[in-house]
């Protein structure tokens, strides 16, 4: 696995212990390697402020918004955009996301999928399939 892929409502937009705790993986991940991207079904716009300051602090390598690319999650497309932007194979990329469906849409497209409910069960999933060690 070369792409981690992380939901932003449900997922990003916890508490602020859950948010730098988030950062500290996803820059533990960059440093490995890993190429990083949030993957909302966000209108965006001006509203998706808060989602972009994760590119813009360096944490993630690329944002995509369904409304900005015209297709949502679970719909296959979107996760193809995102492995182009990426510029990885489908089935090098990790979803994580609080939506089952879109879980079950993400492995349907060749990727692995984790399901969110809490940042310490989904940390010990996300840390064995990349490998990577630390607190987080």
Same mark, same amino acid.
């Given at each position: 696995m070369r792409g981690l892929v992380v939901d932003y409502c449900g997922v990003l937009d916890g508490a602020e212990e859950d948010r730098r705790r988030w950062r500290k993986l996803l820059s533990a991940a960059k440093a490995e390697g890993i190429s990083t991207a949030i993957l909302s079904n966000d209108p965006g716009g001006a509203g998706a402020a808060p989602i972009r300051t994760w590119l813009e602090g360096g944490y993630v390598d690329a944002v #995509? $918004?369904? =409304? /900005? #690319? =015209?297709? /949502? *999650?679970? +719909?296959? *497309?979107?996760? =193809?955009i995102t492995a *182009?932007? $990426? +510029? $990885?194979p489908v089935n090098d990329l990790v979803l994580v996301d609080d939506n089952i469906l879109n879980v079950r849409g993400a492995v349907d497209s060749g990727m692995i999928g984790v399901y969110y409910q809490q940042f310490d069960r989904a940390v010990v999933e996300i840390a064995g399939l990349f490998g990577l060690e630390g607190e987080f």
């Open positions: #995509v $918004l369904s =409304g /900005e #690319v =015209g297709v /949502e *999650k679970p +719909d296959q *497309k979107i996760f =193809g *182009k932007r $990426l +510029d $990885l």
